[in-house]
């Protein structure tokens, strides 16, 4: 089982719907979990931070993480042409000294 | 610097040869990442400093791969005898401390002939 996994897509939604992108990770003492966008041919940037379990909403973004399902997801309302990227899940393991893992990341396509 | 800065931006090799690639992290970052991605494929961890020491090196695909970083600031990623499925981006990420938000450099697209 790879340590964190996500479907790779392509998820394609109409312009205004919302996405739903999921990632599940292997580790039971992770502690930390990132949501990173990466448009095509450039580098991954932080779109939210997640630490505990529930809800975190910043702007059209909310992330959810439940550590008892080892499950975090990104939900983006009114989704944009200009959403349309590939969405990376991180997250940190904390008894291998803190590295971040990365998944595979989902390929999401927002259609005007 | 404003950012993290990594050299060169593009390296075209031939097989057998031996590469050296840069991170210049942000000043002040005592957290640094070495990543590589293949196209169209997402991050594969290689090996995380904390300070100028390396906590977990298991990611590094083979011996011929080696990291150091010196002063708690630039970092160098080692390929020996490059083979053709070195071929891939390797980015460089830094972050204040572990377990915080990384930053991440433009990446060497490497490419081994």
């Known amino acids: 089982q790879k340590e964190v996994e996500q479907n790779s897509g392509p998820l394609s939604v109409p312009e205004g719907a919302i996405a739903s992108l999921n990632c599940t990770y292997s580790d039971r003492v992770s502690q930390s979990f990132f949501w990173y966008r990466q448009y095509s041919g450039k580098s991954p940037e932080l779109i939210m931070s997640i630490y505990s379990n529930g809800d975190k909403e910043d702007g059209r973004f909310t992330a959810q993480l439940n550590k008892a399902s080892q499950y975090v997801s990104l939900l983006i309302r009114d989704s944009q042409p200009s959403d349309s990227a590939t969405y990376l899940c991180a997250v940190s393991i904390y008894n291998q000294g803190g590295k971040l893992i990365f998944g595979q990341g989902t390929e999401l396509s927002v259609k005007p | 610097g404003a950012g993290v800065s990594q050299s060169p931006s593009n390296k075209v090799t031939e097989k057998g040869k031996d590469v050296e690639l840069r991170c210049d992290p942000i000043s002040g970052h005592t957290a640094l990442y070495w990543y590589r991605q293949r196209l169209g494929q997402g991050l594969e961890f290689l090996i995380y400093?904390?300070?100028?020491?390396?906590?977990?090196k298991s990611g590094l695909p083979s011996d011929r791969f080696s990291a150091e970083r010196t002063g708690e600031s630039v970092s160098t990623l080692t390929i020996q005898r490059t083979q053709q499925e070195d071929s891939a981006v390797y980015l460089c990420?830094?972050?204040?401390?572990?377990?915080?938000?990384?930053?991440f450099g433009s990446g060497t697209q490497l490419s081994v002939l």
């Open positions: 400093f904390q300070g100028n020491s390396a906590p977990d």
């Open positions: 990420a830094s972050s204040l401390k572990w377990n915080e938000k990384l930053f």
